[in-house]
């Protein structure tokens, strides 16, 4: 293919350790004895439970609804019993816990009644809230719900829709495997997208690295005679990143404070288009995925898991080494060790290494900064990650924003370049969380504030309001005694009729403010009370009732109109 | 267990970078052995070691890691910078001061390793050049015949310091006969006739200058520094100074006379390149560059000093924060805006 390729300033080139795992195909993983899915699986609202303890699910039934638009629902990757809806320890480095539906599998992993769908008669709408329905995200390891991704903007033309194939991080092999194998699926994920978003170019990236699964996409593409471009990027880190890749196919650059989509460009990931198929076509929701076991392990392989498998117990597929003492997930660039090994896997799981220190050697301690700027050399978004450094480490956050820190992917070219071994995606990880801690704390104030300040309001301008009703009512009611006054009189005291008048209007309104707010605490004591009359029988109430009404008929009418006891 | 991505590491360090550098010395160490004499090598021992003494010495009274920081290297690299721009047979003790001011006072009283504002190693010469502005003069004469333990004995102030010894620097001498000329001398004349001129430039200095350019493009080709501050300060040179020397070739040298004499390349690849205290961003090093060529050659030729390179980088010293503030590159995505 003839294409004229851009290139992104800085990039590493790791070892790509990929030779490991990318030799045996796919494998199925075997049904675990036990299956933990989290809830929330990806960005926006968590899902809400729909099932509980006890209760039987078939695989592919929903057990977690989608909450808001961002947000996308999660089914039970097997048919068995709901042990439990519990929280459990989680795939993210903070080691903190999240709602999960606990299922033991039966054995039989008994689908729900699947429905193929015809896209092509649904509306574009349709076709995004069924997307949504099926759990389809981001499995580059963003997550982000993709029906949330497939509405063009509507002031920019859709230019390009790019098909992220890179797979840049070292040690994975998943998405190579997936277009090596399914790359035909692929492909007709893709015209969905392309369908939807009416892009005028379709270009699908992959790293010179993946020539079996470059010549298998191209062998698809011409099979179903699709217009897309299949184009192999130069291998280095980090080409897969969504922003690199549309930097390296379009010559776009799209900076933090923007969306692809805005410069008319929009980026899935193959195993995202693949997903989308197998809920279009064959109706069955994100039960599973793609993983490259690999690492320090005897059997490096691609498996096909469920999501909700333990790690450990998938890991033992690829006979680790004893030695292993923890696992990556991820890549050795943007990974982590997950907290717990028993932690499931989850959409976002791409790959887990097997750790041990002879794979990846404990660091070296930290050394000062020479400002060698071998980090702003290796920066795929020419930020001054030194300078970063510096105000992150005086914790300066204001400054670290105007150095852009707010640009950083975190890919880790910097730290992976340092001489002196500071770990500098560390120190941006730790400013942008405190940055965002400050924005909370800040915005959460600004609400209090802004609370108390209209309640204030608000109590003046009622105060304010009732002084102008009971003024009101107390000089109606000044007339009316007059008047009364007056006809009582009659024409032999025409001096007394004018007499009320004179009554001060303010001083009345005064007094009836006391009475009205003595009236109104009555209530509210009476109200706030239980009362004995409560809980009466309906001869009580009756008597009650008869004395009530004795009462009245022999008391005065109240002073005021009803209505101004009441503010 | 903390191990924060990435998990793999370039094999990169402090200390490979300051051997890499170094090594890119030894091509000008060679020359400057061979046709100036061996007592340099004498100098570089006893700047390397004091230089090693003070570090460890401010390391304790820092309370820092010793073995972790006298490995970096970086010691090593300020007392080879000063053993290079000292003369060679200045008394042990002249170096040692140089050496001892520059670790002490311009490298750990401003905090150690990549804190010092300006560069260890030409404040060390600043402060041994004011102090002692004879000593610091006294360059050795052209020819001169010295066995090494000769030379030793002069450094170490056993034998004693005979006017023979020393002689101008081809830079001196071409100051002092335009100063003292009536004005019908003429610059190449000067340069075609005296025993102290080689090819192009000084008599041997021309080969160690040159040995200096041949480490400086092999550490430019390991990546260890950028092409923009040697190349704007050569630029600079040779702009000015080929400017003048065009306009009157009788009183200026042309610029490959200063390009190859003094300190310009020494300085151009070495001593502006110092990363802690030059500046770092694209633009910011050439301005750095060409500022610090340029006022070489102004000090060199109008100013009251033989050389001026060590000024020179000291004064972009202080204007490197700014420099570097003023000229903060575009970033991904921001490249249309301003």
Known sequence: MLMNLFKFKGGVKPPSNKAQSNHLPIALAPLPSRLVVPLHQSIGGTPRPVVSAGDTVLKGQLIGEADGWISAAVHAPTSGTVVAVAMHVQPHPSGLDALCVVIEPDGRDEWIARAPLDYRSLTPEEVREHLRQAGVVGLGGAVFPTHGKLTPAKTVPMDELVINGAECEPFI?????????????????????????????????????????????????????????????????????????????????????????????????????????????????????????????????????????????????????????????????????????????????????????????????????????????????????????????????????????????????????????????????????????????????????????????????????????????????????????????????????????????????????????????????????????EAVTFEQAHEMAEIDARREAVAPASPLPPDATLP | MFAPAPFLLKDASVSQVMTQVCLALLPGIAAYAWLIGPAVLVQIVIASLTALLAEAAMLKVR?????????????????????????????????????????????????????????????????????????????????????????????????????????????????????????????????????????????????????????????????????HVPAAFIGAMVLVSGGLWLVNPGQFANPLFHLFSGGAMLGAFFIATDPVSGCTTPRGKLIFGAGAGLLTYIIRVFGGYPDGVAFAVLLMNLCAPLIDLLTQPPIFGMKDKT
């Not at chain 1, 609400?447 to 009732?466: N, Y």
């Not at chain 1, 005694?481 to 007499?499: D, L, Q, S």
């Open chain 1, 173 to 533: 092999t998943c998405d190579d495997l997936l277009m090596r194998e399914r790359a035909e699926e692929v492909v007709r994920g893709i015209a969905i997208f392309r369908d939807l978003l009416q892009p005028k170019k379709v270009l699908i990236g992959i790293e010179d690295n993946k020539p079996e699964a470059a010549a298998a996409m191209r062998a698809a593409v011409d099979a179903l005679n699709e217009p897309f471009s299949v184009v192999q990027v130069p291998t280095l880190y980090p080409a897969g990143g969504a922003k690199q890749l549309i930097r390296v196919l379009t010559g776009k650059e799209v900076p933090a404070s923007k969306r692809s989509t805005d410069l008319g460009v929009q980026c899935f990931n193959v195993a995202t288009a693949y997903t989308a198929w197998r809920a279009i076509a064959h109706g069955e929701p994100v039960v599973s995925r793609l993983v490259t076991l690999t690492g320090n392990v005897h059997e490096p392989r691609n498996y096909e898991v469920l999501i909700g498998t333990p790690m450990d117990e998938l890991l033992q597929l690829a006979h680790p080494h004893p030695d292993t003492d923890g696992i990556v997930m991820g890549g050795p660039m943007m990974g982590f060790l997950v907290p717990d090994m028993h932690v499931p896997v989850v959409k976002a799981t791409n790959c887990l290494i097997a750790h041990d220190d002879r794979l990846f050697p404990p660091k070296p301690p930290e050394m000062p900064c020479i400002r060698c700027g071998a980090c702003a050399e290796a920066c795929p978004h020419e930020l001054q990650p030194f300078e970063m450094y510096w105000f992150a480490r005086a914790k300066n956050f204001g400054k670290t924003q105007e150095y852009h820190i707010f640009d950083c992917i975190e890919c880790g070219c910097c730290s992976y370049v340092c001489p002196s071994r500071i770990p500098l995606v560390q120190y941006f990880r730790f400013a942008k969380s405190e940055i965002w801690a400050r924005e909370r704390e800040k915005n959460a104030a600004d609400g209090a504030k802004a609370r108390f300040e209209f309640k204030q309001e608000r109590d003046e301008r009622e105060k304010a309001e009732k002084a102008e009703k009971l003024a009101k009512a107390a000089a109606a009611q000044a007339a009316r005694k007059a008047a009364e006054a007056a006809a009582t009189a009659g024409e032999a005291a025409p001096v007394a009729a004018a007499a009320p008048v004179a009554v001060d209007p303010e001083k009345e309104a005064k007094k009836a403010a006391i009475e009205a707010a003595m009236a109104r605490a009555k209530a509210q004591r009476e109200a706030a009370q239980p009362k004995n009359t």
């Open chain 2, 63 to 227: 309370g820092k890691p010793q073995a972790m920081f006298l490995s970096d290297g970086s010691a090593v690299v300020t007392a080879w910078l000063i053993a290079l721009a000292f003369p060679p047979l200045a008394p042990w003790w002249l170096v040692a001061t140089g050496t001892v001011f520059a670790i002490v006072v311009a490298k750990h009283l401003y905090g150690g390793l990549g804190q010092n504002p300006f560069n260890p190693a030409m404040i060390g010469f600043a402060v041994c050049i004011v102090s002692f502005p004879a000593l610091m003069s006294q360059w050795p004469s052209v020819g001169l015949q010295l066995s090494l333990v000769e030379q030793i004995d002069v450094i170490l102030g056993l034998a004693p310091r005979v006017d023979a010894l020393t002689g101008a620097t081809p830079l001196d001498a071409l100051k002092t006969a335009l100063k003292l000329g009536d004005g019908s001398i003429d610059v190449a004349h000067l340069l075609a006739n005296q025993d102290i001129y080689g090819n192009f430039a000084g008599r041997g200095w021309e080969w160690v200058a040159a040995g200096y350019l041949l480490g400086g493009l092999w550490m430019w080709q390991r990546k260890l520094i950028t092409w």
